[in-house]
Nanobody, 113 residues
Framework: VQLQASGGGLVQAGGSLRLSCVTSGSMYSINTMAWYRQAPGKQRELVASSVGGRTNYGVSVKGRFTISRDNDKRTVYLQMNSVKPEDTAVYYC?????????WGQGTQVTVSS
């Protein structure tokens, strides 16, 4: 499975951005779709995940970000609202399940204050 993330860019604090990640294969067979991020000098951290209709969010983004998946379009989205400078990072799309773990190439999000 190949993952192609897009939608990153420069946004002002308080603004919104939507990331998209298109998969090369069917998403119906993918257990978990997730977004991670990695800021300079920091470890990669989970932003949000979607599995079996359930969603899970990192503490720092809960209430501001929303993950959704459209299996028919083979796409997972991350709607980012009320962004903060500390949201600046490279955002990675991830698809994982029993015996597999795939990563996209990452898309840069920069939030200016």
């Amino acid at each position: 499975v190949q993952l192609q993330a897009s939608g990153g860019g420069l946004v002002q604090a308080g603004g919104s951005l939507r990331l998209s990640c298109v998969t090369s294969g069917s998403m119906y067979s993918i257990n978990t779709m997730a977004w991670y991020r990695q800021a300079p000098g920091k470890q990669r951290e989970l932003v949000a995940s979607s599995v079996g209709g359930r969603t899970n969010y990192g503490v720092s983004v809960k209430g501001r970000f929303t993950i959704s998946r459209d299996n028919d379009k083979r796409t997972v989205y991350l709607q980012m609202n009320s962004v903060k400078p500390e949201d600046t990072a490279v955002y990675y799309c991830n698809a994982n399940g029993p015996g597999y773990n795939f990563w996209g190439q990452g898309t840069q999000v920069t939030v200016s204050s």
